[in-house]
C-alpha cells in the first residue's frame, strides 16, 4: 500500500513538470524562433517478487513474473527544432532562415546560436541582434548606407548598390550540429554548444529570406491538449493517493 502512495506521489510531481515545460512553450508562443521542448519520462525500478521463466514446483516455466513499479520520473526535455512559420515584416534586417542552420552570435567573446534573425545596426556599424551582440560574418555598413538600402541574398551574401555597382559587406554564415537537441538553451533566444551537440559545421547551402521572421514553432491547440492531459493525470494520481489513504485508513480501524 505504501508503494502505491509513493509511486502516485512521483505521478504528481512528473505532471508537475509536464505543466511547467507546457507553461514555458505557451508563453513563448509570439518569440521569433523559438523551439518548442517536450518532456520525456522514464518508468522506475521495479521489485520482482516472482520472475518471469522460473521453474514452478511441476517442473513447468511460468510465463510470467511479478514485478511491481515504483513510479515515473522525468528523463529529460526536447528541443523539437521543427521550422516555424515565415512572417513578411518588410523590414530590410530581419532574416528568416529557411530550412536547417543557426545564426552564429558573439556574446563577450562567447560563441551562442539563435533562430531569431531580428538584427539591428550597431553604433559602429555593425551587425548586431536586439540585445546588441555581435553577428557573425563581418557585415559593417558603412556611415552613409542605411538599412533599407542593404540586400541581403538567399546565401546570406550582405551587399548595397552603388555609383559602382553592387557592394559586398560581408557573408552572414549559418552553422549545424549534428545533434541540436543536445544545445543548451541560454535564454534570449541563445543557444550554447555541448558535448552532447558535437562541433559547429558550416552549412555548405543556405537559404535566408530578407525582410521576414521565423516564428516560434509552438502550436497553442497541441499545447492546450498537453495541458489538459497533464491536468487530469494530476488529478487521478491524487485520487489514487487517497483510495491508498482510505485503505490504511479501514486497515487501522480493523485493529482497533
Request: aromatic fraction near 6%; hydrophobic fraction near 35%; charge should be negative.
Amino acid at each position: 500500500m505504501i508503494r502505491g502512495l509513493y509511486s502516485s506521489a512521483t505521478g504528481m510531481k512528473a505532471q508537475e513538470l509536464m505543466l511547467d515545460v507546457t507553461a514555458n512553450n505557451i508563453a513563448n508562443v509570439n518569440t521569433n524562433g523559438f523551439k518548442r521542448s517536450q518532456i520525456e519520462f522514464a518508468d522506475l525500478l521495479y521489485a520482482t517478487y516472482q520472475q518471469a521463466g522460473a521453474e514452478t514446483v511441476a517442473g513447468q516455466v511460468k510465463p510470467i513474473g511479478l514485478q511491481i513499479g515504483s513510479g515515473v520520473r522525468a528523463e529529460g526535455t526536447t528541443k523539437v527544432f521543427s521550422p516555424g512559420s515565415i512572417n513578411r515584416t518588410g523590414r530590410p534586417l530581419d532574416v528568416a532562415i529557411q530550412g536547417d542552420g543557426l545564426f552564429k552570435i558573439s556574446v563577450n567573446g562567447q560563441d551562442r546560436y539563435t533562430r531569431d534573425g531580428a538584427f539591428h545596426v550597431g553604433p559602429g556599424g555593425q551587425l548586431v541582434t536586439a540585445q546588441g551582440y555581435l553577428v557573425d560574418g563581418g557585415v559593417t555598413l558603412p556611415p552613409d548606407v542605411q538599412p533599407d538600402q542593404v540586400s541581403i541574398g538567399d546565401t546570406g551574401i550582405v551587399s548595397y548598390a552603388d555609383d559602382n555597382g553592387p557592394e559586398t559587406l560581408g557573408t552572414i554564415t549559418l552553422v549545424r550540429f549534428s545533434n541540436p537537441e543536445g544545445l543548451s538553451s541560454e535564454g534570449g533566444n541563445l543557444y550554447s554548444r555541448t558535448e552532447a551537440s558535437g562541433q559547429e559545421l558550416t552549412v555548405d547551402t543556405p537559404s535566408l529570406l530578407q525582410s521576414s521572421l521565423e516564428q516560434s514553432n509552438v502550436e497553442v491547440v497541441t499545447e492546450l491538449v498537453a495541458l489538459i492531459t497533464a491536468q487530469r493525470a494530476y488529478e487521478v494520481n491524487s485520487r489514487a493517493i487517497r483510495a491508498g489513504d482510505e485503505m490504511l485508513s479501514n486497515t487501522n480501524d480493523i485493529l482497533r
